[in-house]
């Protein structure tokens, strides 16, 4: 008597099994593009400050493979960050758009860092209140000579040539070692510059006049070339799908990201691996990187 009801019950439960299977299937054909099949859009996030290019340029690269991939839209939110990552991630879009349409989509910061990866995409759309722009490079450092004179403490240096401890907290910067990074930044800054100038299509002497570290917003960046459209996340997949020629809705493909790590999100993946505790100090990176406004 038990064996039979236990039979039916699992017989029940099955056949609702089945049916709501049934149905997630065919609600994913009529709303989804067909079982996800077809051509897709994929939206690949970049968000926080820019330390370590590998994630995203791994889905990037991912997505490149896929024939079924036909746009890529990078959302970013992002005030920048390192030199060298943010160029890198550049240099992958701009490979990307060999194969797929690409279009930029802004949030609610995408500025110097996180601008210049936006300008290797096709089109880039913008929110009207987005925070972008701050085309420059910044550098910093921190003089603690006189604190440490003042509690007694004193900062020794052993360096196998003049300028190894440019930056030093223990010492005041001299002004040659001044003029040595003041040369380096204006050759970064300047293939800043170029970057902006051959992705939106403008003048070199055009972007250089407001490549001094100012922000606009996504309305004042659009008047000055710097963006194409004002729109949010869906007006840059539409965008993105009528540029790959895709008719009708497409289907959304949303990347996924690695496991969170809290000492990556506090120090950024790079650091942690590549960063020497005197780097970390003496402020010796470059740094495409913009501050964070926000409405109160």
Not at 45 to 71: F, H, M, W, Y
Not at 123 to 146: H, N, R
Not at 195 to 203: D, F, I, L, Q, S
Request: charged letters at 25%; one cysteine or more.
């Amino acid at each position: 008597m038990r064996g039979g009801i236990l039979k039916n019950l699992l017989a029940a439960l099955g056949a609702v099994f089945l049916i709501m299977l049934a149905l997630s299937l065919l609600l994913a054909y009529f709303f989804g593009g067909g079982l996800g099949h077809g051509d897709k859009v994929a939206v690949v996030r970049l968000e926080g400050v820019i330390t370590d290019p590998a994630d995203i340029n791994g889905q990037l690269s991912e997505l490149e493979e896929r024939n079924d991939v036909k746009g890529v839209v990078i959302r970013i939110n992002s005030p920048g960050g390192a030199v060298g990552p943010s160029q890198e991630i550049y240099s992958e879009i701009n490979r990307l758009r060999k194969t797929k349409k690409v279009v930029a989509s802004m949030g609610a910061i995408a500025a110097s860092g996180g601008y210049y990866a936006s300008v290797a995409a096709e089109k880039i759309v913008a929110d009207p209140g987005t925070i972008t722009g701050s085309i420059g490079v910044i550098v910093e450092f921190l003089d603690a000579e006189q604190l440490l004179e003042k509690i007694g403490l004193k900062g020794y240096v052993v360096k196998s040539g003049k300028y190894k401890d440019t930056g030093s907290p223990f010492r005041k910067m001299q002004p040659d070692e001044k003029d040595l990074l003041q040369g380096v930044i204006s050759d970064v800054n300047g293939q800043f510059v170029k970057a902006v100038a051959e992705g939106r299509h403008m003048k070199v002497e055009d972007v250089s006049a407001i490549a001094d570290g100012r922000i606009f917003s996504g309305s004042q960046a659009m008047k000055k070339g710097l963006v194409d459209q004002l729109g949010d996340l869906q007006d840059a997949i539409d965008l993105c799908a009528r540029m790959a020629g895709i008719k009708g809705r497409p289907t959304v493909l949303y990347t996924e990201k690695k496991p969170f790590s809290l000492w990556k999100i506090v120090m950024g993946d790079s650091l942690s691996r590549n960063m020497d505790f005197t780097e970390l100090f003496s402020g010796l990176r470059l740094m495409y990187l913009a501050p964070k406004p926000h409405n109160r």
